[in-house]
């Protein structure tokens, strides 16, 4: 574990500006341990009242209710949204029903009860529970036994209890207001002010405003939530909440999504209380720190700056609820921040894949602010939807392909009306995202994506992988090339650092090295800085694409350079992958290939493998310079966080004197007979550089 004298020197080490609000937020830690209960007693409602400019709680609970919310709240009849969203209302009802059991299926549990009341506590995978104390005295990280901290940050999210709110607004059955109102007042007597582990983390305090925010607009004129007793208790939590975000926000010396959670959830909070010095103070300093983060996370051409796909999902739904929040109250975004936020939505639109899925590219762990449909955690087209319809984007609108209930819960069921019922196919072209480095190859059926970018969050490691020159691919509309994933965080360091190596992702690996060395087994969220990307050639065409990178992880090893060539052939849906590792001495080269999940292998002749997917054949051919070992492995992936299966891990393995190359050709196996054999001397991507 880190030592006292580590932790200083790594604080010492930051820039002035951040080493002061470290040195704030602690002094605040220090004032709080005393502090926080006699301020959670003397907030009483009738403070609150007095500084959001209201009579008493009646008159403020009736004008907040009155109050455009960030999500426009409309009553509709299920045969209505039948009609908007065939097949979900009736999703949206079993899933209410297991609310109402409080039985949840979080972060790879599977079905699980919670009880009554809610141990908030407790990860019920391992048995572990956090003391109610104050919240810096608690070791939530705890990587010297077995634990997930995550498990009861999920649960206190509340928003396993979405589907509730979903189904009071379909049907107005006063149930679902009352099992809301239980677990919250659950949750409120064993959560006091800053004393729980679920007060440990700002960012946990953040998404509650945003989900308690959005059940009050759904339940406020409910019955159940009539009681004046019950409205005090809830409101003032959530001022506390907001009190507490600004009072705890996660600066970093480069902020990252808890930031952007943080200030997004000021922005709710303002916005959601409105009248007073304090609701106006929140509302402007959140949004003024959205509006300065925007462009230093989010590159020119969209690509969150984290290096994670699943990360991007939920950074762009904190940017746009923010600005959609605003503008229903009548306040201005600007022209440049709405520009970047739809520049978000095309990266969406170009690396989801025909049937939805997304590249398990970098950390995962399922996060979202609101979700309210039921597709795959994967699916993240409904992001194009949303920006699509609520500013009128014709491209986003026209291609949208997802399912419609995301939109019609965030925008309204207009929204949800103006793009189309049936999926027309996705943008079809190849794309580069430079500024981020990554690189789509695709057509109708093929779609390659190709990472080529820094480790991300500004060179510190963070969400981003050792993944650089790593690719996924699906051929001839079947997935057969896949990353690997994160599976956990603090549940387990070992794992947690295995599935981030080089190792479990499709790129060389020299000498057994990684690409970006680990600075220390338990620094989870941070690499060294090596492996600097270079794009030698980028060539999209309508014949074939051709992609050409290196980087720089193993110029520590001397003059070392993995050259990655990629060429696909968009007729015969043909994929080559031509490495030649550049330099001089002894090595040992490996390079791994991660098939999908469900994709068998068997040889099938010298230097040929055949992959069985989806009742289809394909070849892997090979070629080479050298003497190289191939080898049918076991692999894992994970497809979302706590959960992790077997798949097949093709290796190819090289020791000997530099430079060597080995080609790589992926085809249909009715392909064959239709496209020259394999020469690692005389292929595509020679043909290509020539």
């Known amino acids: 574990m880190p030592t006292d004298f580590s932790r200083v020197g790594r604080v010492l080490r930051r820039p002035p500006r951040v080493l002061f609000n470290r040195v704030l937020t602690e002094l605040n830690a220090r004032t709080d341990r005393f502090r926080a209960p006699r301020r959670a007693a003397s907030l009483d409602i009738d403070t609150i009242v007095a500084l959001v400019g209201a009579g008493d709680v009646r008159q403020l609970w009736t004008r907040l209710s009155e109050r ?15 009609r908007t969203c065939p097949g979900d209302g009736q999703r949206i009802m079993r899933a209410a029903e297991q609310a109402l059991s409080r039985r949840v299926d979080l972060l790879g549990s599977g079905p699980t009860d919670l009880g009554t009341p809610v141990d ?28 997930d901290v995550k498990i009861p940050w999920e649960v206190s999210r509340l928003q396993w209890l979405i589907p509730a709110g979903q189904a009071f607004l379909l049907t107005g059955e006063e149930r679902y207001a009352e099992h809301v109102r239980q677990v919250i007042d659950e949750w409120i007597e064993s959560n006091p002010y800053a004393h729980s582990v679920n007060w440990a983390c700002t960012m946990e305090a953040a998404l509650r405003i945003m989900t308690w925010t959005w059940f009050f607009h759904v339940f406020c004129r409910s019955q159940a939530w009539s009681d004046e007793a019950f409205q005090a208790r809830f409101l003032r939590t959530l001022f506390l909440h907001g009190e507490f975000t600004e009072r705890y926000l996660e600066r970093a010396s480069i902020n990252g999504n808890h930031f952007t959670a943080d200030a997004a959830a000021l922005v709710f909070a303002g916005l959601f209380f409105g009248r007073g010095a304090t609701s106006q103070r929140w509302a402007d300093e959140g949004w003024r720190l959205l509006c300065d983060e925007l462009p230093r996370q989010v590159h020119p051409d969209g690509v969150d700056f984290e290096g994670s796909v699943p990360y991007h999902r939920l950074v762009m739904e904190l940017f746009f609820l923010a600005a959609r929040y605003r503008e229903a109250v009548g306040l201005d975004v600007p022209d440049q921040y709405r520009d970047r936020v739809v520049a978000m939505a095309r990266f969406v639109q170009a690396y989801s894949r025909p049937d939805g899925s997304s590249p398990l590219i970098g950390d995962a762990d399922d996060a ?72 789509v190859m695709r057509n109708r059926r093929d779609h390659v994506f190709i990472d080529c970018g820094p480790i991300g969050t500004g060179g510190l490691g963070g969400h981003g992988h050792n993944d650089c020159l790593s690719f996924e691919a699906v051929l001839d509309g079947v997935h057969l090339v896949s990353d690997c994933g994160a599976y956990v965080y603090t549940a387990s360091a070992e794992e947690r650092n295995r599935f981030r190596s080089t190792a479990y992702h499709n790129t060389p690996q020299i000498d057994g090295e990684e690409a970006n060395r680990f600075i220390r087994w338990d620094h989870l969220w941070t690499l060294h800085d090596d ?52 330099g001089d001495g ?67 393995r090289y020791r000997g004197p530099l430079p060597v190359r080995l080609s790589i050709r992926l085809l249909p196996k009715e392909a064959a007979s239709r496209v020259p054999p394999l020469d690692a001397g005389q292929n595509a991507a020679a043909e290509a550089l020539a």
């Open 368 to 439: 979202r602010v609101l979700p309210f449909g039921g597709q795959a955690i994967g699916d993240h087209r409904y992001l194009t939807g949303l920006v699509g319809a609520h500013w009128c984007v014709p491209d986003l609108m026209r291609t949208f392909s997802g399912r419609r209930a995301e939109v019609l819960w965030t925008l309204g069921r207009r929204a949800a009306m103006s793009l189309p019922e049936t999926a027309p196919g996705t943008v079809t072209s190849s794309t580069a995202f430079a500024d981020g480095g990554f690189y």
């Open 68 to 82: 455009p919310g960030a999500i426009p709240i409309r009553r509709l009849s299920p045969d209505d949204y039948e």
């Open 586 to 652: 002894e090595h040992e080269v490996t390079i791994p290939l991660h098939l999908a999940s469900g994709v068998e292998a068997q040889p099938d002749g010298p230097d040929r493998i055949l992959l069985i997917a989806e009742g289809r054949e394909f070849l892997i051919e090979w070629d080479s310079t050298g003497p190289w070992d191939a080898a049918i492995d076991r692999g894992r992936i994970s497809p979302s966080y706590g959960v992790v299966g077997d798949t097949v891990r093709l290796v190819w």
């Open 120 to 147: 908030w506590h407790r990860d019920f995978k391992t048995g572990r529970t956090w003391a109610s104390k104050f919240m810096r005295d608690l070791d939530y990280v705890n990587l010297h036994c077995p634990s």
């Open 531 to 582: 492996a600097a990307p270079e794009v030698r050639r980028w060539s999209p065409a309508t014949d074939r694409d051709v992609f050409v990178g290196t980087h720089t992880g193993y110029h520590r090893l001397g003059p070392i350079s993995p050259v990655r060539t990629i060429v696909l052939d968009h007729f015969h849906h043909v994929l080559e992958v031509i490495d030649e590792i550049e």
